[in-house]
């Protein structure tokens, strides 16, 4: 009964152990504000967001974006982290992620959300 129970603690510590280091990655409280505020901005944006030639509305490239964060969460510690690894280009093509506004040339996204990230934080400080 000794052994099991050790076996049981050993698995219920290892078990606590990967959710507390899980717990450690992901960008500070204090940028946290400024991812929110990104996909904000992208899910109620009037322009389409291109990945791999097709193109979206900010609602549909907003999930993609949150799908691609939970995905790379333990590699970001920065919202230009979030941004890099989340929403400028394809893993499965490399291809960028391009922005249409208007009719104007369209842009990479990192730039787009980069600017809008400089904009957030003059307005917030």
């Known amino acids: 009964?000794?052994?099991?129970?050790?076996?049981?603690?050993?698995?219920?510590?290892s078990l606590i152990a990967?959710?507390?280091?899980?717990?450690?990655?992901?960008?500070?409280?204090?940028?946290r504000p400024e991812v929110e505020h990104l996909l904000e901005f992208v899910e109620t944006t009037e322009c389409q967001f291109e990945r791999n030639g097709k193109k979206y509305g900010g609602e549909k490239a907003s999930k993609h974006i949150k799908r691609k964060y939970k995905h790379f969460r333990d590699e970001i510690t920065t919202t230009e982290e979030f941004i890099e690894y989340s929403a400028t280009f394809s893993t499965r093509s490399g291809k960028p992620y391009l922005v249409y506004c208007s009719d104007n040339d369209p842009i990479k996204s990192s730039v787009w959300l980069l600017e809008e990230l400089a904009q957030f934080r003059e307005q917030s400080s």
Do not use: E, G, P, W
């Open 18 to 31: 990967l959710q507390v280091n899980h717990s450690f990655a992901d960008v500070s409280q204090s940028q």
């Open 1 to 13: 009964m000794t052994k099991t129970v050790a076996i049981y603690a050993f698995i219920l510590i």
